[in-house]
């Protein structure tokens, strides 16, 4: 079965670090577009972090340059996003996502494969 599970999130105060993990199952994490992205409340779902297949090119939202970093595990199948001085703005439901379709270069459409979100609440 083709899919990802999320794990991770959790409430966190300002300033502390998170660390989000996406294991995928039915296809290869290194072969596949895959990304983070958040949903916070009232706002329309954004990308965060992306890797491209077979490479390690990168995309990161300017709102959390220098202070997120998407990796991943070829041996674990699984995609990592290390969150670190997080701040409230930050708060928001996060969504790994595979695809071998690209939409910005970088990161996975939207007809990919979708984890199941991971709430992340940042305390002031």
């Known amino acids: 079965q083709v899919q990802v599970v999320q794990s991770g999130g959790g409430l966190v105060q300002s300033g502390g670090s998170l660390r989000l993990s996406c294991l995928a199952s039915?296809?290869?994490?290194?072969?596949?577009?895959m990304g983070w992205f958040r949903q916070a409340p009232g706002k329309e779902r954004e990308p965060v972090a992306c890797?491209?297949?077979?490479?390690?090119?990168?995309y990161y939202a300017d709102a959390v340059k220098g202070r997120f970093t998407i990796s991943r595990d070829s041996t674990n199948n699984t995609l990592y996003l290390q969150m670190n001085d997080l701040s409230p703005e930050d708060t928001a439901v996060y969504y790994c996502?595979?695809?071998?379709?690209?939409?910005?270069?970088?990161?996975?459409?939207?007809?990919?494969?979708w984890g199941q979100g991971a709430q992340v609440t940042v305390s002031s």
């Open positions: 890797i491209v297949s077979g490479d390690d090119k990168t």
């Open positions: 996502a595979g695809d071998f379709r690209y939409y910005n270069n970088y990161c996975p459409t939207n007809n990919g494969r």
């Open positions: 039915g296809f290869a994490v290194e072969n596949y577009a």
